[in-house]
């Protein structure tokens, strides 16, 4: 596949990491991998880390993209934590957040290490 998931237990996190181009299909694939590990994981996952550093996007499927992890954040009270260098997709990425009221759920670093940090940090 053209992606990773990883789970960690302490604390809990789980990270998925997109490479090149995925097709809508992939990203279903992607989607039910997420679910299945937020459903079997032993304790709630508060946190999700998106690594898009190495993903091509392809305009639609990263909005179709970011609406799932947008959908899964706010179902579930989970924080996202993109890491993206891409500028123009960085802002497309605050303008979906702000519409959605979500900067205190979702920030995009252009690093990992900060990006882990704030999804470790203990919530309020």
């Given amino acids: 596949p053209m992606y990773t998931i990883t789970t960690y237990d302490s604390p809990p996190l789980i990270t998925a990491e997109l490479v090149g181009r995925i097709s809508s299909d992939e ?3 992607l989607s ?11 304790q709630p996952i ?12 392809a305009g639609e499927h990263l909005v179709e ?3 799932l992890f ?7 009270g989970i924080r996202v ?3 993206v260098e891409n500028q123009l997709i960085a802002r497309q990425l605050d303008r979906v957040a702000e519409e959605a009221d979500l900067q205190d759920h979702i920030r ?6 900060p990006a ?9």
């Avoid at 039910?32 to 032993?42: C, K, Q, S």
């Avoid at 995009?108 to 290490?113: A, G, K, S």
């Fill in 65 to 67: 993209l970011l609406d």
């Fill in 70 to 76: 947008i959908a899964r954040s706010l179902d579930a």
């Fill in 27 to 29: 990203l279903q694939h």
């Fill in 81 to 83: 934590g993109r890491v």
């Fill in 32 to 42: 039910r991998d997420l679910d299945r590990r937020l459903l079997v994981a032993d």
């Fill in 46 to 57: 508060p946190a999700l880390l998106l690594d898009v550093r190495r993903y091509e996007a």
């Fill in 108 to 113: 995009h670093y252009h690093e990992l290490e």
């Fill in 116 to 124: 882990l940090a704030w999804l470790r940090e203990p919530q309020p």
